[in-house]
């Protein structure tokens, strides 16, 4: 009996390790997939995701077969890539016609008589998730924008309003804005060249930007005051909106942000705590960086080469009009992601070690910010990647919410006050 029972458990346990072997198998093949996609062996990094697919612990996703699909077309294998774009259209549901449309991995299928079908799909698609979208017209330009919880708009409830990351458009936001809206109007929108909004020739500034969501809210007749909520360089609008309308502001959540409290030398600290030299910094962002960038823009599509030309720009000028003033006396939230996901080729550093000091020193400085504030709070989500609105969205919802409560609180002092 005993030896019986000493066999089961070692069964168990390698039955246990055995699953667990398989269960890093799926992410470990996604990651070398991606990274062979890094370093432009997209041949190789194709098979690598048909190797993941087949994976008995596979969870394959919308983004993993779309990025499957870039691999193929850009390594000329255009059925495999087509399978793929069909796959995630007719299956999966799959809504972003105006980023599928731009994305230059797959100007080799542009001339295939399948591409058309395909991109009509996935435009099917999104007429169908977002019906109620709206065009609004602003110098001439199209901007597209969706509204919903319309039925709660009121005098002087917040309107909460979505910004999102880089080069991205609102789907992020389903899941958040799903639930939100059933308390409170919500709008989020496009920026131009972005999704189906139009390209209006102006660079996307913060002011142009803030004053462009400005004039929508109030075509819409969303009037202040505002909870704005943004994702990664979405957080440099609202931060900017905050400084140039800190009277229109019931709340500012940051769902990791790009780090507009950054001054010059800080983004050398991480490198240096990791045991670089200052030379060997200044030659990882020396001239073969500024040769990357070069070749950056000259690759990516325009919304994102627009957006990554301001960034720079900001980060140059430590964000001076992103904060030209301090922050609102309202509730300000940042969430910080802490799963690292990161699938950049190896380096002569660790860097996922490196991403958490660098994430630590943000953690500091974000703290710093809202401690004075009567309403300012800090959350982590160790297992999310930089999608929090996506793998935690439980988190950003109940900010929001708490944001909210906590306005409602000093409106009535405010009220109080004045009696």
């Not at 065009?135 to 969706?146: P, W």
Request: proline share 5%; glycine share 6%; hydrophobic share 35%.
């Amino acid at each position: 009996m005993k030896t019986t029972t000493l066999f089961l458990v070692f069964l168990i346990c390698v039955i246990s390790l055995f699953s667990q072997i398989i269960d890093r198998k799926y992410d470990f093949l996604i990651r070398k997939a991606d990274s062979l996609y890094q370093v432009k062996d997209f041949k190789n990094s194709g098979f690598a995701f048909s190797n993941a697919f087949k994976a008995p612990d596979s969870k394959i996703t919308r983004n993993h077969r779309y990025n499957a699909a870039c691999s193929w077309a850009l390594a000329n294998y255009p059925d495999s890539a087509f399978y793929h774009l069909k796959y995630i259209a007719t299956k999966m549901n799959y809504t972003d016609y105006g980023h599928i449309k731009g994305d230059p991995d797959f100007k080799s299928l542009y001339s295939d008589k399948r591409w058309q079908s395909i991109t009509e799909l996935v435009k099917a698609n999104k007429d169908i998730a977002y019906s109620n979208i709206d065009f609004i017209t602003l110098d001439g330009y199209k901007v597209e924008v969706l509204t919903s919880g319309m039925q709660n708009n009121k005098a002087n409830k917040p309107v909460v309003v979505f910004e999102n990351g880089m080069a991205s458009s609102f789907g992020s936001w389903d899941i958040v804005v799903e639930e939100i809206s059933k308390t409170n109007a919500v709008l989020r929108y496009n920026r131009p060249r972005i999704g189906e909004s139009e390209n209006d020739n102006l660079p996307p500034t913060t002011t142009h930007i803030v004053n462009n969501l400005r004039k929508m809210l109030l075509q819409k007749g969303l009037k202040p005051p505002y909870l704005l909520v943004s994702h990664s360089f979405g957080g440099a609008y609202i931060r900017s909106f905050a400084s140039m309308y800190p009277e229109e502001i019931a709340g500012l959540v940051f769902v990791d942000p790009v780090d507009f409290t950054q001054k010059k030398g800080d983004g050398d600290l991480p490198y240096l705590e990791i045991g670089l030299t200052q030379h060997q910094i200044d030659s990882i962002f020396g001239k073969p960086y500024g040769n990357f960038i070069e070749k950056l823009y000259e690759e990516m599509p325009g919304f994102y080469v627009e957006e990554v030309k301001i960034s720079r720009s900001l980060y140059n000028s430590e964000f001076k009009e992103c904060a030209s003033n301090p922050l609102p006396n309202v509730p300000v939230h940042f969430i910080q992601a802490g799963g690292y996901t990161s699938n950049e080729a190896p380096t002569i550093y660790d860097r996922e070690k490196m991403w958490r000091i660098a994430n630590n020193l943000k953690m500091k400085r974000w703290l710093a910010l809202i401690n004075p504030l009567k309403h300012g709070k800090y959350f982590y989500s160790s297992q999310s990647g930089h999608y929090i609105q996506q793998d935690d969205p439980d988190l950003v919802i109940s900010s929001i919410k708490l944001a909210l409560l906590d306005y409602s609180k000093i409106k009535k002092e405010k009220e109080t006050n004045r009696q």
